[in-house]
């Protein structure tokens, strides 16, 4: 039985973990490698095996970073059975459409412009027929019940409080006489989290694929975010500017829609008009409503009085390219929230584009933005930085609220792996999803404090035996 590591080894991004049992190989998440283009292309158009020869795809949760190359791995001759959680199942139906969507617009911008430099076109990764394909694979299962993947393979799905339908995958397998359970994380959010159900810590495992995207980071208390996010609504509408908000369509979107809702209710919001400004969250946001296993108590309770917890008066949920355009002509204040989280690509370009030059306006960055993305370059207050190939300056305020993060921290990705040590068993930790500076502290904190765990931090391509 073996582990391979293929991305999001020591970075972020572009999920895929191999587990080979007898030779037959399934894949845990299949995700979108994201970056500089020429490499993003590059790492995104080839497996390291071919893929007919994949049984199955376990996947952990729906953001493309986790599910975004599947479409790719169909179009390359995948047949098995793509496994998730019933909302991860909807959400990939959307997410995925989209994301074919928005390869096509981004590609044909670029290439005009590319065109008019007389330089090659870039292809796209993969069309809309290759992402039905994958949806045809698609088979959804429920929390806490156990499943067979395939012979000598089991799988549970567990909370792991991350956005809607992410799950902790517990796999038990089986190869002759060797039985191993493998826990992986996927993404492990946090608890009190808005509208999700805290995540699960399984009893006991053998092995651990811990993701580690904030293993050297403490979050600030999710009680203190309220008052900051106040604070900062307040200076922009003082000076008249628009507050632009990165997010990912599919979770940032809706907490942060969530948190506004209670600000309003609390009678501390100004009133001013909220966009959501991405057809992705839109439908995104219908499937929110129609997963209320996945939500909490509180959000359950919000439900039952009818207050809807992710709309109220003054969200205003932007569809038409007409209507977002006529939004840069509309002076602030204002709140924007608009798709791709991490300003790779969508609508969130066109108004960074149009509102990053004037200091009167505000970035408000409540997620993690990965290295050598548009985001990572704003969260570090470069002065110039390229849109669309073009140079802008970067005179607007920047703000930065991690409450926010989905991202368990430091302390909770400790205590996780420390809980799971304790029920015994535990032999192997792998690191993963987590760039070096960020991991290696999390790395060297779990080989100190816990005796007889091999803690490993694979590099790509990195192949271990169980
Ligand atoms: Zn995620």
Redesign the pocket.
Known sequence: MYLEFWGAARSTTGTLHLLEINGRRFALDCGLFQGRREETWRRNKDFPYPPESFEAVVLS?A?I??SGNLPNLAKQGFTGKVFATSATADLCEVMLRDSAHVQEQDIAYVNKQKAKRGEKPFKVLYTHDDVERVLSRFVSESYGRAFPVSDGLECTYLDAG??LG?AIVVLDARENSVRRRIVFT??LGRRNLPILRDPEIPDWADVLILESTYGNRRHEDISTCQDKLRQIIERVVERGGKIIVPAFAV?RSQEFVYCLHQLFNAGHLPRIPIYVDSPLAVRATEIFRSHPECYDAETQAMTDRRDDAFGFAGVRYVETVEESKSLNAQPGPYIIISASGMCEAGRILHHLKNNIEDPKNCVLVIGYMAENTLGRKIVERQSEVKIFGEPYQLRAEVAIMNAFS??ADSEELFGFAQTLAEGGRLRHIFVVHGEPERSTPLVERLRAELGGVQVHYPERGARYEL
Do not use: L
Request: proline letters at 0%; charged letters at 15%; a negative charge.
């Open positions: 949760h953001h970073d986790h991350h956005i992410s996927g993404d979770g989905a991202h």
